[in-house]
């Protein structure tokens, strides 16, 4: 299954229009069936986003069309292994582009010996590659952190996020010491579930 850039041609018998109301999640089961229309909607959702991010990080638009054809063939490849417990079909998506871009960044640098050449921007203590990786780390944090149960997050996110101790928790939320540290433990084991996943567990507080 090849993918461009131009969106891919439906399937014969089926029309866009005919999928446009079904949801992310429901359109990589049809992936996963080999729906060739399925994954021509899918790139129609995400085809403009997937390849901004791969620009950003690669800084080359050729790499970055090569980045997004391979992580759409990722997801062809492999949309039977897609949860839609664990994460939102369009973050499993960019995962896979941010990670096709990284990988195309340091195999052109590998080959080339030296750091793949960015066009000159304004000084900035980040790179592009940088700040698009940190952006999507960020999103992909927020979202796991929505995936958790209220209680669990509102623990994490006091403690971690807001700088509250542990014993300060207990009294802000009226709750023993013990609850609290179960739920920050339970919260952070799952939460480290979802990120690794989306191979983004070092972005845990520490």
């Given at each position: 299954?090849?993918?461009?850039?131009?969106?891919?041609?439906?399937?014969?018998?089926?029309?866009?229009?005919?999928?446009?109301?079904?949801?992310?999640?429901?359109?990589?089961?049809?992936?996963?069936?080999?729906?060739?229309?399925?994954?021509?909607?899918?790139?129609?959702?995400?085809?403009?986003?997937?390849?901004?991010?791969?620009?950003?990080?690669?800084?080359?638009?050729?790499?970055?069309?090569?980045?997004?054809?391979?992580?759409?063939?990722?997801?062809?490849?492999?949309?039977?292994?897609?949860?839609?417990?664990?994460?939102?079909?369009?973050?499993?998506?960019?995962?896979?582009?941010?990670?096709?871009?990284?990988?195309?960044?340091?195999?052109?640098?590998?080959?080339?010996?030296?750091?793949?050449?960015?066009?000159?921007?304004?000084?900035?203590?980040?790179?592009?590659?940088?700040?698009?990786?940190?952006?999507?780390?960020?999103?992909v944090v927020q979202e796991a952190l929505q995936a958790l149960p209220p209680v669990?997050?509102?623990?994490?996110?006091?403690?971690?996020?807001?700088?509250?101790?542990?014993?300060?928790?207990?009294?802000?939320?009226?709750?023993?010491?013990?609850?609290?540290?179960?739920?920050?433990?339970?919260?952070?084991?799952?939460?480290?579930?979802?990120?690794?996943?989306?191979?983004?567990?070092?972005?845990?507080?520490?």
């Open positions: 299954m090849t993918v461009l850039l131009a969106t891919p041609t439906p399937a014969a018998g089926r029309s866009s229009r005919e999928l446009a109301h079904v949801s992310d999640e429901a359109l990589l089961s049809l992936v996963a069936s080999s729906d060739d229309a399925a994954l021509a909607e899918l790139y129609d959702r995400f085809g403009h986003v997937a390849y901004g991010l791969a620009l950003r990080i690669l800084r080359d638009e050729a790499l970055a069309q090569d980045a997004v054809q391979e992580a759409f063939l990722a997801v062809w490849r492999s949309a039977d292994r897609f949860l839609a417990e664990r994460a939102k079909a369009s973050t499993w998506i960019l995962t896979l582009v941010h990670r096709r871009a990284v990988d195309l960044v340091r195999r052109e640098e590998r080959r080339r010996g030296e750091p793949l050449e960015r066009a000159a921007e304004p000084v900035s203590p980040a790179t592009a590659e940088d700040e698009a990786t940190l952006g999507f780390q960020r999103r669990q997050r509102e623990a994490l996110e006091l403690g971690y996020y807001g700088g509250l101790t542990q014993s300060e928790l207990a009294e802000r939320l009226d709750q023993p010491l013990g609850t609290i540290k179960s739920r920050m433990f339970a919260g952070l084991t799952r939460l480290r579930d979802l990120l690794a996943q989306a191979g983004l567990e070092e972005s845990l507080p520490t």
